[in-house]
T-cell receptor
Framework: DTGVSQNPRHKITKRGQNVTFRCDPISEHNRLYWYRQTLGQGPEFLTYFQNEAQLEKSRLLSDRFSAERPKGSFSTLEIQRTEQGDSAMYLC??????????FGPGTRLTVL | AQTVTQSQPEMSVQEAETVTLSCTYDTSESDYYLFWYKQPPSRQMILVIRQEAYKQQNATENRFSVNFQKAAKSFSLKISDSQLGDAAMYFCAYGRQMAGYSTLTFGKGTMLLVSP
């Protein structure tokens, strides 16, 4: 059990550019979640995958955001045409049956 | 929609003392989960303790225990024998009970400072 990993850990980009983050869940976990955490706030739910199926999306996930989990293992979160308001920590979590989620270290995005 | 309120932005405690962090939540559901997570500075979120709403018994994990008052929708965390390593941001989270999964709603967090 190596834990949830996320790459990159930090990303600085210019407004209007596209960025992609990767999350590798704990190997036997079939449930994967993405959250966004802005400074001074708790994480906010973005989207949920069970295996490769995206089963729930938050209203926070605008059209510029897309997430995939093509083979039911790792997941990617892409943000197109980034805006300064997208600057945040993007957290990934995974779980098995049951409801305890284990979080990765996050990807900190800074949009200049 | 569920909401989680942590009314204490910051709390201080001395080593070896006991501190209680407050959390209240609002929901119309009867079946759900509650969690406390710890987020040390620049480090990842770690689960501290979890409580199922259908269980009347309060959860405990070593020095960490909760006071779960379902009717009052209150879920406080007690840390006994505080240690320097307990210093972190603590988040209370509500977990909706869906079909085999649970999305989390977090409070804004309480920063716990521990002094020697």
């Amino acid at each position: 059990d190596t834990g949830v990993s996320q790459n990159p850990r930090h990303k600085i980009t210019k407004r209007g550019q596209n960025v992609t983050f990767r999350c590798d869940p704990i190997s036997e976990h079939n449930r994967l979640y993405w959250y966004r955490q802005t400074l001074g706030q708790g994480p906010e739910f973005l989207t949920y995958f069970q295996n490769e199926a995206q089963l729930e999306k938050s209203r926070l996930l605008s059209d510029r955001f897309s997430a995939e989990r093509p083979k039911g293992s790792f997941s990617t979160l892409e943000i197109q045409r980034t805006e300064q308001g997208d600057s945040a920590m993007y957290l990934c979590a995974s779980s098995q049956e049951g409801n305890t989620q284990y979080f990765g270290p996050g990807t900190r995005l800074t949009v200049l | 929609a569920q909401t989680v309120t942590q009314s204490q932005p910051e709390m201080s405690v001395q080593e070896a003392e006991t501190v209680t962090l407050s959390c209240t939540y609002d929901t119309s559901e009867s079946d759900y989960y509650l969690f406390w997570y710890k987020q040390p500075p620049s480090r990842q979120m770690i689960l501290v303790i979890r409580q199922e709403a259908y269980k009347q018994q309060n959860a405990t994990e070593n020095r960490f225990s909760v006071n779960f008052q379902k009717a009052a929708k209150s879920f406080s965390l007690k840390i006994s024998d505080s240690q320097l390593g307990d210093a972190a941001m603590y988040f209370c989270a509500y977990g909706r009970q869906m079909a085999g999964y649970s999305t989390l709603t977090f409070g804004k967090g309480t920063m716990l400072l521990v002094s020697p």
